[in-house]
């Protein structure tokens, strides 16, 4: 059953909350969780403080929301790209590539994760926020994974858990290289070297 349509005011809404989020992730790049405010965030996002609160109880609301939208965001980017059946050894190609993709596209987002990520582990009694994160990430590539024709139809039976944990683990190491240095091509050639790793050891 499909979803009634949203009402001009809930759109407007959506596009408000969307606009702090995209805010939210912008100033925690550049300054840090620790230097991010609820007034920077409603600032960069053209809003009044009051705005922002009546969306956000406060900035602990305002970092567990963004951990949530950038989840759903590579959620959504991935279901779309990945529509067409493909076996499991093309899929770890393109999922790889993708993701390098997107990272070189966004790197605040990047930003973002991490420092919220350092943030939990070094803020006591938050240390559940960096797992999760963790967590959820994980599930987005075992998802993904998962999904080849081959393995979905029992043709090959990997260990979908290994892989997307050698996968997501692999790859951390080569975003912050790209994050520190800006250099594409020794990205792409690192990506290529755990695309051929994961296949070989997982296939």
Not at 7 to 22: H, S
Not at 97 to 103: A, D, K, P, S, Y
Not at 106 to 124: G, I, K, R, V, W
Request: glycine share 6%.
């Amino acid at each position: 059953m499909s979803k009634p349509p949203k009402t001009k005011g809930e759109e407007k809404r959506e596009e408000k909350r969307e606009a702090i989020m995209a805010a939210a992730v912008t100033v925690i790049a550049r300054e840090g969780v620790h230097g991010t405010t609820t007034r920077k965030i409603a600032g960069e996002a053209s809003v009044n403080l009051g705005t922002l609160h009546y969306y956000f109880d406060g900035k602990d609301a305002v970092l567990m929301n963004v951990l949530t939208h950038l989840v759903a965001k590579s959620r959504e980017s991935l279901a779309a790209y990945f529509s067409t059946p493909e076996r499991l050894h093309d899929r770890i190609d393109h999922l790889l590539t993708f993701i390098r993709g997107e990272v070189e596209r966004s790197p605040d987002e990047q930003l973002a994760l991490f420092n919220l990520t350092l943030y939990a582990l070094s803020t006591p009694g938050s240390e559940w926020l960096a797992k999760r994160k963790y967590e959820e990430y994980l599930d987005l590539y075992r998802s993904v994974l998962a999904d080849a024709s081959d393995v979905r139809d029992g043709s090959i039976k990997p260990d979908i858990d290994g892989l997307a944990n050698f996968i997501f683990t692999g790859f951390v190491g080569i975003l912050l290289q790209w994050l520190a240095t800006a250099n594409s091509f020794r990205s792409r050639q690192a990506v290529q070297s755990l695309i051929i790793a994961a296949q070989r050891t997982y296939l």
